[in-house]
Each structure stands twice: as structure tokens, then as C-alpha cells.
T-cell receptor, first 115, second 109 residues
């Protein structure tokens, strides 16, 4: 397995544009998390899915953010319209089981810059 | 408080031991974790400890847990330059992993 795959690795866009971040989790993992990392706020949980179903999206900052997981092998995080304050590194994490799971892997992240 | 707290920076010399401290919030947290993040990379799970344990050792890593004080520490023996990274502690609370702000470990040759 190639691990958690995220694309793109870097995205530079202008304010107001739509941004779509993609994540391919590890096969067989039943939980998928989206995190955002900034210097100011550290690591923030945005949303997580269990068996493709969104369980907790209370961390999604605004209605401009949406996430989907149409199947077990793919998830997207969309920002529309994007704003400069959305600039951050967005991580996807794939976990088998939940608490205490030693099988948890983070993707390399997507570095988003909104000008 | 509501936050998982860590000191922001630690500097050690190569070969010394490093101790990174963390204070968590929920005494009912079942699992506590340590992660390592190298520049430009995602987080890598280093180790974790179940709340009914006081200590866990894994090669050069030793995790100590003081449930009474809600204090977690990570000791790295014989610290190497390759250990330079940001280290995050996290607690599993209300179905989520809640992270500290990370401790930057600088290892001087």
C-alpha cells in the first residue's frame, strides 16, 4: 500500500476561487479524518467519517467548507469561495478502528495558499 | 482548561536524553498518543499509551503517564540529529483526537 495519498501537494489560488482537496485512504481503514494545520491555531479537526458516513463536522469553520466521502477509497474537501485565511496545510488521516488504534496514518498534506 | 498543552521548544545536545512534556484535559481519556512531524511531512504515530498504564517503553522511547496530574511525557534516550522534529501529544476525547500545539525539538551536534 502506498499510504495515504493526498492531492494536490501544493495549491495556490486566488481569493474567491473554488478549491478541491483530495484524499485516498488506506484500503481497509474505516475512519477518515480531515485536519487543518496553521502556525496560529495548530492542528484542528475539521470533520471525520466512519464507513464513509460523516460523523462529526463541528470543526468545519463555515458553510464555505464541505466534505464528501462517496466511497471507501476517496474523500474530498471543498472550499468555495476560498479566502486568504484558509491558507494552511490540510491533512487527511486514515485509521483502522479508532481509540488505541496503532494503524493510523497521516497523508503528506496539501499546502494551500489563497492570495 | 480545554486545551492539550505542551511547551513550544526544547533544545538538547546529541547523545543527551530529551523529555517532552504534555498536560491533557480529560481524566477519562482512554488513550494518549505521541506523534512526530518532520518538515514538510504529515504526522507519524510514534507510540501510544493506554490510560491504565503508568509507563511504556519502546526502544529509545519511554512514555510516562501521571493520571492524577493529567501529565504525559515522552523521553527520547540518546537523542540523535534525526530526532529533530515537532512532537505532538494527543488525547482521545469524545470520539476525536485532540492535539497539543507541538514541541519543536532541536538537536545540536
Amino acid at each position: 500500500d502506498a499510504g495515504v495519498i493526498q492531492s494536490p501537494r501544493h495549491e495556490v489560488t486566488e481569493m474567491g476561487q473554488e478549491v478541491t482537496l483530495r484524499c485516498k485512504p488506506i484500503s481497509g481503514h474505516d475512519y477518515l479524518f480531515w485536519y487543518r494545520q496553521t502556525m496560529m491555531r495548530g492542528l484542528e479537526l475539521l470533520i471525520y467519517f466512519n464507513n464513509n458516513v460523516p460523523i462529526d463536522d463541528s470543526g468545519m469553520p463555515e458553510d464555505r467548507f464541505s466534505a464528501k466521502m462517496p466511497n471507501a477509497s476517496f474523500s474530498t474537501l471543498k472550499i468555495q469561495p476560498s479566502e486568504p485565511r484558509d491558507s494552511a496545510v490540510y491533512f487527511c488521516a486514515s485509521i483502522r478502528g479508532l481509540a488505541g488504534a496503532s494503524e493510523q496514518f497521516f497523508g503528506p498534506g496539501t499546502r494551500l495558499t489563497v492570495l | 482548561g480545554e486545551d492539550v498543552e505542551q511547551s513550544l521548544f526544547l533544545s538538547v545536545r546529541e547523545g543527551d536524553s530529551s523529555v517532552i512534556n504534555c498536560t491533557y484535559t480529560d481524566s477519562s481519556s482512554t488513550y494518549l498518543y505521541w506523534y512526530k512531524q518532520e518538515p514538510g511531512a504529515g504526522l507519524q504515530l510514534l507510540t501510544y499509551i493506554f490510560s491504565n498504564m503508568d509507563m511504556k517503553q519502546d526502544q529509545r522511547l519511554t512514555v510516562l503517564l501521571n493520571k492524577k496530574d493529567k501529565h504525559l511525557s515522552l523521553r527520547i534516550a540518546d537523542t540523535q540529529t534525526g530526532d529533530s522534529a515537532i512532537y505532538f501529544c494527543a488525547e482521545f476525547r469524545t470520539g476525536k483526537l485532540i492535539f497539543g500545539q507541538g514541541t519543536t525539538l532541536q538537536v545540536k551536534p
